[in-house]
């Protein structure tokens, strides 16, 4: 198997074209040695201080935690939740900030709590992160669902798995379960109309 420990800091700049990192989230899907890389990676970039004037490592972690690497989806974000480019960008440059995620009852699930603009008004307008191998359970959205994947694979009911840069639809009254697939977690923003209902309760903007 060829390693992409090489581009692994450049692919976390964000500065890899849209197949060079396609073929990086790819081979991470399925390579244990490169995830250990990457993990060591991350932690070194976003837990070395240096005190004084910065440093290149200060302007190194100053450039690495804008997470440009999520930037080349900036535009498809602003359409779907009906925001601005910049303000997508934003969003985007906090994914990997563990203080914009909240943890949930359901283990292995967490929320990025976003506000959309008017198109969305009334929907429940969010990035999720399920840890890899997790399922989410069979649930059943009351109005529209819009699902654009930033990160990982998910596997939906009918076996079909979708990965970065795609966007999965679903009509009112739509009954389905996904997973994520093993490796890096899937994020994806979601964009629920109306609510959804699962174990027999039903959740709206407002549970949210």
Not at 135 to 142: A, R, S, V, Y
Request: proline share 4%.
């Amino acid at each position: 198997m060829n390693h992409v420990v090489d581009m692994l800091h450049d692919w976390f700049l964000g500065a890899l074209s849209d197949a060079e990192s396609e073929k990086v989230e790819s081979h991470l899907d399925a390579c244990e040695t490169c995830r250990v890389a990457l993990n060591q990676h991350v932690s070194l970039l976003t837990t070395l201080e240096a005190p004084g004037p910065m440093s290149g490592l200060d302007r190194l972690l100053a450039e690495a935690t804008t997470l440009r690497r999520f930037e080349r989806f900036a535009l498809d974000i602003a359409r779907i939740a009906d925001v601005t480019v910049d303000r997508a960008k934003g969003w985007l440059a906090s994914i990997d900030d563990a203080a914009s995620w909240v943890e949930t009852a359901m283990h292995g699930l967490e929320l990025f709590h976003i506000e959309g603009g008017p198109a969305v008004e009334g929907a429940i307008v969010g990035f999720v992160k399920l840890q890899g191998g997790v399922d989410f359970p069979e649930h059943t959205h009351l109005g529209q669902e819009r699902i654009f994947i930033v990160q990982g694979r998910m596997r939906d009911e009918d076996g079909r798995i979708h990965g970065p840069g795609t966007l999965v639809e679903r009509d009112p009254a739509s009954t389905h379960a996904i997973s994520a697939e093993p490796g890096i977690p899937l994020i994806y923003l979601n964009v629920v109309h109306e609510g959804l209902e699962i174990f027999g309760m039903k959740f709206g903007p407002a549970e949210f």
